[in-house]
């Protein structure tokens, strides 16, 4: 990777997300796991990305498929093991790959040692490190539970316990019993998994809906506007801020740079930046605004002239499109390859730290997933369908059938068909990776957007004596942007044109840079 000095390296870098069921099968049991990931890794390395990001693959019942976890410091059998892991890691920074892990610290399962212990009896010594409460009626205590607060996944956000008499908390499913992290043995003992792994080598991980870690112990009812959204009183408390200094504290306790990006799922962008702290909480922040908004010019500047006013000093800005957990951009953009490619340019030019979803450079739409075959209790499945590696009919799946069916078109959007296309959406990913890798303005210069024609984005970003323009053209007929002199450096019709003419295609996003010498 090219790094400034003194920068650390995940401002520089682009991460790639893997769910790792749906990525590739090294077992042939039709789920996909860590020999699956070793065996494609240099075609991630063809790919130029310079971090993974692997979704959950601790042991787990998969009740939430890995996100409900039954030991912070060990691997799934269906994944692989240890051993196996570790060779994973090693050969991942053997292609200067780093690899961040999915922490869950909201929540564990309900078949964690730690719960079993909690939930055993009333005077276990790990009672507290969950929440539990007597319910409202002291006389019928097990029909109005001890607040208003609603479940992620629907229903209430409370377990009524037959034997010991009272209710866990759980945000999302019965089987994720939230954690209290207003005891200090929680802490400890969740740092201390953190730990596990850095002593291993991992270079960081992603934090899952760390924004609701801190909680008022009173555990309040929501007002009544709230009480199906559950805002303020477990999103965004500001005890939160304190927990997150003493995560960051293990992490720079590590030599390297060691980073986190959190999940923090709040809507608004100047709520979002408070979790940057004063550079002593989250080195990196998803902001799912990105996600919210569509194929829309209007929308997109909007939020490029938000992330530019709120990310200011050391806050650095993620962007992400698509994830495990929402219906994948191209289709929430109608399909349309030509819009999943200008997003791609958009997606690897803006300031900020970008973070793509395994098969999004392939471009995958969502699978339509029969519901006899589904599998998750929120919904997500399309987005989880396995990677095509291959145009055959087994995609590279090539033992017991796959856990998920293909996502649509898979004889042509696999891995293979597009490597031999230089006209790709693959061969895009690539070129645009490339080109990052190579400009200091695209990877750190500073972004000033330009007044553009209605339904076009346009910005520049400078750093010292590198400077690119990009324009982003969401209507769909061509239109004109006059610029002088400037040679395109990526096209996302690929028309081929190495001389700009001032003319944009339709939903089509181009890069170009002034022409060097007469
Ligand atoms: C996060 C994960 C999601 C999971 C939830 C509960 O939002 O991304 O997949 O279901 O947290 O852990």
Redesign the pocket.
């Known amino acids: 990777m090219v790094q400034e000095p003194g920068a650390p390296w995940w401002r520089d870098a682009v991460v790639y997300q893997i769910y790792p069921r749906s990525f590739a099968d090294g077992t042939g049991d039709g789920v996909g796991d860590l020999s699956g990931i070793r065996a494609h890794l240099d075609y991630l390395a063809d790919l130029g990305v310079d971090a993974i990001w692997l979704s959950p693959i601790y042991p787990s019942p998969m009740a939430?498929n890995g996100?409900d976890v039954s030991d912070y410091c060990d691997i799934d059998p269906v994944f692989g093991d240890l051993a196996t892991f570790d060779a994973l890691l090693a050969e991942a920074h053997a292609r200067d790959i780093k690899v961040l892990l999915d922490w869950?610290p909201n929540?564990t399962s309900d078949q964690h040692p730690w719960f079993v212990a909690s939930r055993s009896s009333r005077g276990n010594p790990k009672r507290d490190w969950y929440y539990w409460r007597d319910g409202r009626d002291a006389d019928n205590p097990d029909t109005a539970p001890p607040n208003n607060w609603r479940a992620a996944f629907g229903g209430i956000a409370w377990t009524w316990d037959e034997p010991t008499q009272q209710w866990y908390l759980h945000n999302?499913l019965p089987q994720?019993p939230d954690l209290n992290w207003n005891h200090q043995e929680v802490v400890e003992a969740m740092h201390a998994t953190l730990r596990f792994w850095l002593d291993r080598g991992v270079d960081g991980f992603r934090m899952?809906?760390i924004h609701m870690i801190g909680k008022d112990p009173e555990l309040p009812d929501a007002p009544p506007a709230e009480a199906n959204t559950n805002r303020v009183v477990f999103n965004d408390y500001p005890g939160t801020h304190a927990l997150l200094r003493g995560i960051r504290k293990v992490l720079d306790s590590y030599p390297g740079d060691r980073t986190a990006v959190g999940?923090v799922?709040l809507r608004d962008t100047d709520r979002i930046v408070t979790y940057y702290g004063r550079d002593d909480e989250l080195p990196l922040v998803f902001n799912f605004n990105s996600v919210r908004i569509g194929w829309d010019a209007a929308e997109w500047s909007a939020l490029v002239d938000e992330v530019e006013r709120y990310y200011v000093g050391d806050r650095w800005p993620v962007w992400v499109l698509s994830n495990?957990?929402i219906v994948r951009h191209r289709t929430r953009y109608g399909g349309s390859e030509a819009r999943a490619r200008a997003a791609a340019v958009l997606l690897l030019t803006l300031r900020g730290t970008p973070f793509l979803y395994a098969g999004e450079e392939l471009g995958l739409c969502n699978a339509e997933v029969p519901p006899e075959q589904a599998h998750d209790p929120?919904g997500r499945d399309g987005c989880r369908a396995p990677i095509p590696w291959t145009a055959d009919a087994a995609h590279g799946w090539t033992g017991a059938t796959p856990w998920l069916p293909f996502p649509p078109d898979a004889d042509r959007l696999n891995a293979t068909t597009e490597t031999g296309d230089d006209k790709s959406m693959l061969a895009l990913y690539r070129a645009l990776l490339r080109v990052r890798r190579a400009s200091p303005a695209l990877r750190r210069g500073e972004l000033t957007r330009v007044d553009a024609p209605a339904g076009v984005l346009r910005y520049t970003r400078t750093h010292n004596d590198d400077s690119c323009t990009v324009i982003v053209n969401f209507n769909h007929f061509d239109v004109d942007v006059p610029l002088d002199n400037c040679t395109v450096v990526i096209d996302s019709n690929h028309t081929g044109n190495p001389v700009y003419d001032g003319r944009v295609g339709a939903e089509t996003a181009v890069v170009v840079r002034p022409s060097v010498g007469p």
């Open positions: 939430d996100y869950v929540h999302f994720q899952d809906v999940e799922n495990h957990d929120g």
